[in-house]
C-alpha cells in the first residue's frame, strides 16, 4: 500500500472487500452515488453493446473502467411500471403500479394513480443515512391523490430532498409540430362524433328556417348544448395536453407550463452539474433521469444530421455527451474515486415508433422484440453499467442474470441501511457479484409480466449453467412475419392480440439468446423437467402476492382536473420562469 494512503482510505478497502456478502450492517465510508436512467434506449444502441454506427464513446468509456453486465433485465417493458420496480426493489405488481387494462403507464399529470406514499424507495433509504438525494429529469410516477397541492406521489415525499425535470413523460404532444400521440384514435373518433353532431344541429337548424322540418327551436337549441357538452368534456383534457402534461418543475414550484422543449436538454444538464457541485462534500445520491431517447426526440443543433442513423442517431450521440458532461463533473471535483456511477434504460427500444420510413425508435440488437412487449429480451434487456474505481474491477465483463430491481439493495446495503423487514424485496444485493466474490447470481427465477399478465419467466440453473426461459403468452406481430405490432403500435398484453401457448414456448438463452428456435419435447431431453420446474417457482411467487390497490385502474389514470398541476388559476395554467436561463454551451 502507497505512503501516501491515508488510514481512512485503508479502512474504506478493508470495509469494502472484507465485510460479509450481504451484510446490512453499517459501512464507515458512504460513496456517493449516481444513477443515471435512459428512456427506451435500446440494448443495441451502444457502442460497448455492440453498435458500430452510433457513436457513444463516453458510455464506452465508462464500461472500460467498470463492470458491464450482459444480462441486465428490467422488470418491466414500460416506464411507469419499470420505474416504480427500480425505485422499490419489487415487481410492480406488488406496490400496484401494474395494469389489468390497456393504459399500462400513469397517462396524465392530472391523475390520481402513482408510486403509493407507503413504498419505501432507495432515496428515502439513502435519505435517513444522511444522505442529500436529488433526481433530475423523468419521474412518470403520479403527482397528487385527492387535491392539486397534496404531493402524495411527488419525488419530495419519496425520499428526494431536491427534484428538478418533469413530472410526467415526454410525447409527441409536448411539440407542436409533431403528429398527437396520447389516445391518437380514441381522439380521432372523438372529433369525428362532435363534427356529425354539430353538422345535425347545422342542418336542423336550416330545415327548421326553410320550414322542411317542424322541430321545435327548444329542441335544436338541447341537441345543440349536449353537442357542445359533448365536445368540452373530451376537448377540455386532450385540447390542451401541452399545458396539462408538458410541464417542468423544481421540487414543488412549476417553472415552466408548457414547458419549451428546445431548452430542456440544456436545463436537465445543467442542474445535473449544479447538484454535483452543490454537495460535492458528500455523501449525495443523484439520480438522472433522461428524457432521452423518447420521442418525439428532442435534438439541440450542435447534433442534428451528426450521426450516421437519422435523428434518433443524433438523439443517442447527444444523450452519450450528456453522460460525458456529468462524468467531467464527478471527475473535476475530485469524487472519481469515491462515487459509485451506474448506467442503464428503463426498458428496450421502441420497435414501432416510425416517422414515414424513418425509425424513430432504437434497436435491441440480436435480442426478439422492443418495449411493451412482456417477455422477448427485446423489450426487457438493457444495459447495465457500474464504475467505482479502486473497489469495483475495470474492464469486466459479468453474463449473469441481474435485475434493475438489483440496484435498491445494493445502493441500500452501500449506504449502511436495511430494506424494509415487512414487505418482499425482490432485488439482490449485487456487490459480491460485482466484486468477484461470488460467482453466481442470486437469482434463480425471474418474472416477466406484461401489466399484470404473467408473459414469461426465465430460470438460471447454476448447477449446469443452461438458462431456460418459458413464454406462456407472447403478442401478435403485424404484419406475422414482423417483430412488433406495427398495425397497433404498441404491442397488447392479453385479448385477441396475443397467443397463448400450451405447452409453453420453451427456449435455453444460453444457446439461442435471439429466442429464435423454440425447444421441442420431442428434441429436448429436459422439455418437461424444466415446464415444471418453472410451473412451480410460478406457483411459489404467486402465494408471494397481496391484493393492492391498482394505481393504474381506469379511474386512477383518467384526467381530474381538481388533480392538475398549474402554476396560475386553474385553468390560466401557463408561466416560464426559467426564461433564457438554460446556457446554450451546457
Given at each position: 500500500i502507497p505512503l501516501k494512503m491515508t488510514s481512512l482510505t485503508i479502512l474504506l478497502v478493508l470495509c469494502l472487500f472484507l465485510w460479509p456478502p450481504g451484510s446490512h450492517a453499517s459501512v464507515s465510508y458512504k460513496p456517493n452515488i449516481v444513477l443515471i436512467l435512459a428512456d427506451d434506449l435500446g440494448i443495441g444502441d451502444v457502442g460497448c453493446y455492440g453498435n458500430d454506427t452510433i457513436r457513444t464513446p463516453n458510455i464506452d468509456h465508462l464500461a472500460k473502467e467498470g463492470v458491464k453486465l450482459t444480462q441486465h433485465i428490467a422488470a418491466a417493458p414500460l416506464c411507469t411500471p419499470s420505474r416504480a420496480a427500480f425505485l422499490t426493489g419489487r415487481y410492480p405488481i406488488r406496490s400496484g403500479m401494474d395494469a389489468t387494462n390497456d393504459y399500462r403507464v400513469i397517462q396524465w399529470a392530472g391523475a390520481s394513480g402513482g408510486l403509493p406514499p407507503n413504498e419505501t424507495t432507495f432515496a428515502k433509504i439513502l435519505q435517513q443515512q444522511g444522505y442529500i438525494t436529488g433526481l433530475i429529469g423523468k419521474w412518470h410516477q403520479g403527482v397528487n391523490c385527492e387535491s392539486r397541492n397534496d404531493y402524495c406521489h411527488h419525488p419530495l415525499n419519496h425520499g428526494f430532498d431536491y427534484f428538478y425535470g418533469m413530472p410526467f413523460s415526454l410525447m409527441n404532444d409536448c411539440q407542436i409540430t409533431q403528429p398527437p400521440e396520447k389516445d391518437r384514435v380514441l381522439r380521432t373518433k372523438l372529433w369525428?362524433?362532435?363534427?356529425?353532431?354539430?353538422?345535425?344541429?347545422?342542418?336542423?337548424?336550416?330545415?327548421?328556417?326553410?320550414?322542411?322540418?317542424?322541430?321545435?327551436?327548444?329542441?335544436?337549441?338541447?341537441?345543440?348544448?349536449?353537442?357542445?357538452?359533448?365536445?368540452?368534456?373530451?376537448?377540455?383534457?386532450?385540447?390542451?395536453?401541452?399545458?396539462?402534461?408538458?410541464?417542468?418543475?423544481?421540487?414543488?414550484?412549476?417553472?415552466?407550463?408548457?414547458?419549451?422543449?428546445?431548452?430542456?436538454?440544456?436545463?436537465?444538464?445543467?442542474?445535473?452539474?449544479?447538484?454535483?457541485?452543490?454537495?460535492?462534500?458528500?455523501?449525495?445520491?443523484?439520480?438522472?433521469?433522461?428524457?432521452?431517447?423518447?420521442?418525439?426526440?428532442?435534438?439541440?443543433?450542435?447534433?442534428?444530421?451528426?450521426?450516421?442513423?437519422?435523428?434518433?442517431?443524433?438523439?443517442?450521440?447527444?444523450?452519450?455527451?450528456?453522460?460525458?458532461?456529468?462524468?467531467?463533473?464527478?471527475?473535476?471535483?475530485?469524487?472519481?474515486?469515491?462515487?459509485?456511477?451506474?448506467?442503464?434504460?428503463?426498458?428496450?427500444?421502441?420497435?414501432?415508433?416510425?416517422?414515414?420510413?424513418?425509425?424513430?425508435?432504437?434497436?435491441?440488437?440480436?435480442?426478439?422484440?422492443?418495449?411493451?412487449?412482456?417477455?422477448?429480451?427485446?423489450?426487457?434487456?438493457?444495459?447495465?453499467?457500474?464504475?467505482?474505481?479502486?473497489?469495483l474491477p475495470a474492464d469486466t465483463v459479468i453474463d449473469e442474470p441481474t435485475s434493475l430491481m438489483d440496484i435498491y439493495p445494493t445502493v441500500a446495503y452501500l449506504a449502511g441501511g436495511i430494506v424494509p423487514q415487512d414487505r418482499v424485496i425482490d432485488g439482490r444485493n449485487l456487490m459480491p457479484l460485482l466484486q468477484g466474490s461470488i460467482q453466481h447470481s442470486e437469482h434463480e427465477f425471474l418474472f416477466h409480466y406484461c401489466g399484470m399478465y404473467l408473459h414469461a419467466v426465465r430460470w438460471h440453473q447454476k448447477d449446469s449453467g443452461a438458462l431456460w426461459k418459458v413464454h406462456y403468452v407472447t403478442p401478435i406481430f403485424q404484419p406475422e412475419d414482423a417483430r412488433a405490432c406495427y398495425g397497433r403500435g404498441i404491442c397488447p398484453c392479453f385479448g385477441e392480440g396475443v397467443t397463448h401457448h400450451d405447452p409453453p414456448l420453451l427456449f435455453d438463452l444460453s444457446r439461442d439468446p435471439s429466442e429464435a428456435k423454440p425447444l421441442l419435447p420431442a428434441t429436448e431431453p429436459l422439455f418437461d423437467t424444466v415446464i415444471s420446474r418453472i410451473e412451480r417457482a410460478v406457483q411459489e411467487h404467486r402465494q408471494t402476492l397481496t391484493p393492492v390497490p391498482q394505481q393504474l385502474s381506469l379511474y386512477n389514470i383518467m384526467w381530474k382536473p381538481w388533480l392538475q398541476p398549474c402554476c396560475g388559476t386553474f385553468p390560466f395554467c401557463w408561466c416560464d420562469k426559467e426564461g433564457d436561463s438554460a446556457h446554450p454551451a451546457l
Open positions: 369525428l362524433y362532435s363534427q356529425t353532431i354539430g353538422l345535425a344541429v347545422l342542418t336542423l337548424a336550416i330545415a327548421r328556417l326553410t320550414g322542411l322540418v317542424s322541430v321545435t327551436w327548444k329542441i335544436i337549441t338541447c341537441f345543440a348544448w349536449f353537442g357542445f357538452l359533448f365536445f368540452a368534456s373530451w376537448f377540455s383534457s386532450y385540447g390542451f395536453i401541452r399545458y396539462w402534461d408538458c410541464i417542468m418543475m423544481r421540487n414543488h414550484e412549476i417553472t415552466e407550463q408548457p414547458m419549451v422543449v428546445e431548452r430542456t436538454t440544456s436545463l436537465i444538464l445543467r442542474e445535473a452539474v449544479s447538484f454535483i457541485e452543490r454537495n460535492k462534500h458528500g455523501p449525495f445520491l443523484l439520480f438522472v433521469s433522461f428524457l432521452h431517447v423518447h420521442t418525439p426526440l428532442i435534438t439541440t443543433e450542435l447534433f442534428l444530421g451528426k450521426s450516421r442513423y437519422g435523428l434518433y442517431g443524433d438523439n443517442v450521440e447527444e444523450m452519450d455527451w450528456m453522460v460525458g458532461r456529468i462524468l467531467d463533473a464527478i471527475d473535476k471535483k475530485g469524487l472519481k474515486n469515491t462515487t459509485l456511477t451506474y448506467f442503464s434504460s428503463d426498458h428496450g427500444g421502441f420497435l414501432e415508433a416510425q416517422g414515414g420510413k424513418a425509425q424513430l425508435g432504437g434497436w435491441n440488437g440480436i435480442y426478439k422484440g422492443g418495449k411493451g412487449m412482456g417477455g422477448w429480451e427485446g423489450g426487457i434487456r438493457v444495459p447495465g453499467i457500474f464504475r467505482w474505481p479502486g473497489v
